[in-house]
Nanobody, 121 residues
Framework: QVQLVESGGGLVQPGGSLRLSCAAS????????MGWYRQAPGKERELVAT???????NYADSVKGRFTISRSNAKNTVRLHMNSLKPEDTAVYYC???????????????WGQGTLVTVSS
């Protein structure tokens, strides 16, 4: 089996910065898209940012210019650097990846358990 484990959430003041990390583990052959999603209380889960194995990125309009997604294909990790945080960024952030297990041809969509980010003074 494969899994994603996030770390780095917490409480930060408005205007502050935070970095989230996510590591994939298991018998992994390849990872295609990796990304971050978030879900605020009472709202649906939404895309924050994605990055493909070649490095091309995609961001939600609400985080463009403030958040940066990066990945290490060698380490099977993805990070989200968040700057100029706002109270409306408060949410549970989930890591997501399309992972190919060794010995199979299919890609599994895998989610992490989520990490809480709270932006408040």
């Amino acid at each position: 089996q494969v899994q994603l484990v996030e770390s780095g959430g917490g409480l930060v003041q408005p205007g502050g910065s935070l970095r989230l990390s996510c590591a994939a583990s298991g018998i992994i052959s390849n990872i295609n898209d990796m990304g971050w999603y978030r879900q605020a209380p009472g709202k649906e889960r939404e895309l924050v940012a994605t990055i493909i194995s070649g490095g091309r990125t995609n961001y939600a309009d609400s985080v463009k210019g403030r958040f940066t997604i990066s990945r290490s294909n060698a380490k099977n990790t993805v990070r989200l650097h968040m700057n100029s945080l706002k109270p409306e960024d408060t949410a549970v952030y989930y890591c997501n990846a399309a992972i190919q297990v060794v010995g199979t041809s299919k890609y599994l969509e895998v989610w992490g358990q989520g990490t809480l980010v709270t932006v408040s003074s």
